[in-house]
C-alpha cells in the first residue's frame, strides 16, 4: 500500500515540478454512499436500504499538462455506509431489525481532468479510485413482539467478511475559479464501486459527493 501511494502521488510531482506545472490543494465535501444489494442468503423479502451521510476531507495534486488537460491525484478521508431494514411480519413472527454499516476509507483517486468552455472554469474529471477500508463497525437492533417478545442489540467494531480493498471509478462535473494566485472550485462528483465489499454478498456501494476546494 505504501509503495502504491508513493507511485501515484510523488513520482509525478517530481518529473512536472521542474517545469512549475505541479499545483497543491485541499478539499473539504459532503459524503452520500448507499448500498445495491444481492443477497445470496436467505432472508425475508421485505428488504429496505437506506443512505448514510458523511463527511470528505483530503489533499490534491494536479499535474498540468496544457490549458486545457491535466493529470490530479487525491488523497481523501471518508467515511462511508448503509442502513438495511430487515424487518418482517408475518402471522406467527413480527421482528424490527435496522442494521448499520460504516467503513472509514482512504481513497486515492487519479483522474484525468479535462478543462472546457472559453474560460476553462468548467471541468469534467474521470479515472479510478483505489480505495483501502481503515476500519469498519457494524450496528444492529432488534425487537421482536412475536412470538416471544424480546430486545437486542449487536454491535461489531469489525466487520467479518469484508474485503479491505476496491477500485471504484470516478465521474465529476465541476467549476474553478482564479482568486490572485489560488483557484477556488466546487464539484460534483459520482463514486461507484467495481468490488463487492463483502465476500458472501453481491453488494457494490456508490456515493455522491458534493466538494468544495482550494488549490495553490
Known sequence: MKTL???ILFIPTIA????KKVTFGIQLGYSSSWSSEKSEIAGPTNKQM????SILLGGIVNYKLSESFSIQTELNYVKKGFRRDLSYDDITTKFKRIQEYSFNRLE?????????????MLYFMTGVSPSFNLASKYNA???????IPSQSNISLDKIPNLNSFDTPIVFSLGFERPVGSSFLGLQLRYNQSLMNYFDNITSKVSSFNIIAGIRF
Open 5 to 7: 501511494l508513493f507511485i
Open 16 to 19: 512536472f515540478s521542474q517545469e
Open 50 to 53: 437506506s443512505d448514510a451521510s
Open 108 to 120: 486515492v483517486p487519479v483522474l484525468v481532468k479535462l478543462s472546457f468552455t472559453k474560460s476553462k
Open 141 to 147: 437492533d432488534i425487537n421482536e413482539t412475536k412470538p
